[in-house]
């Protein structure tokens, strides 16, 4: 009988160990494109391993569930109260999983206390969902807070993302001239979307100077710094070989005549 037990006990473990490798292949084919949330496997695995432990119990050793389940009220209460946290983030995780405001790799913005958290979704497991921002900080959000914040999700839209940026010239310079140099601009830099042509809009008109707003389109949320910074390197350079310089803060001081 140890043996015979043993080898039923050797048995249940290959097949919860193939099963979750089987969920996490087919899960893996269907979402190849933003991977697959551990969570997800996880709770397969133990719907398994609660069904194959069941089924040894009354089919084995003859236990009667029902009435340990009825007796065991009181001790499930006690539990769940000890660990509402802990419950809290796994039934908010498979909420997540369930309506996919996000999936993995996808740049968020999390609104948590008058704070913004931008990152990269990285992993979604039962107790947070973890971030990697623009400067590789790992930022982990328990799923139970992340359920109640306002996420912006800058990855689902199929448009591309708009970025602009601003800049003052004086009202001496041509401005249908400043407005071709600045699109000509961003033509030939990476990660801009060429189907989306940039433009150049007015956004100020100052007493010494014109805000200028140049709006273009990118395709990763996470390139927007580095490709922002080319646009600006090449706006400033295509300026100033043209000869036309930013405009500053200017006073006009007026000498009151003596009478």
Known sequence: PYVGFGALLWGVIILVKSFRIFSFEYLFFMNMHTGVPLLLVNMLSLLVTLALASWIATSVFGFRLAPVLATSALFSI??????????????????????????IGDWIEVQLNNQKLVGKIYEITWRATTLISTGEEWITIPNRIIAQCQILNFSKTKNPIVRSQLFRVP?????????????????????????????????????????????????????????????????????????IHLAGPRLNVIQAQRV
């Not at 042509?197 to 390139?223: H, Q, R, T």
């Open 78 to 103: 006690v539990l769940g109260l000890a660990l509402q946290e802990t419950l809290g983030n796994l039934f908010s995780g498979i909420a997540l999983q369930i309506d996919k405001p996000y999936v």
């Open 171 to 243: 009202y001496e310079v041509s401005l249908k001239e400043v407005k071709a140099l600045l699109i000509d601009c961003t033509k030939d830099i990476k990660g801009t979307v060429k189907s989306s042509p940039p433009c150049v809009l007015i956004a100020e008109a100052a007493e010494s100077w014109v805000l200028l707003k140049l709006v273009y389109s990118i395709k990763d949320y996470g390139e927007q710094h580095v490709i922002a910074d080319q646009v600006i390197e090449n706006c400033l350079k295509t300026l100033q070989e043209a000869g």
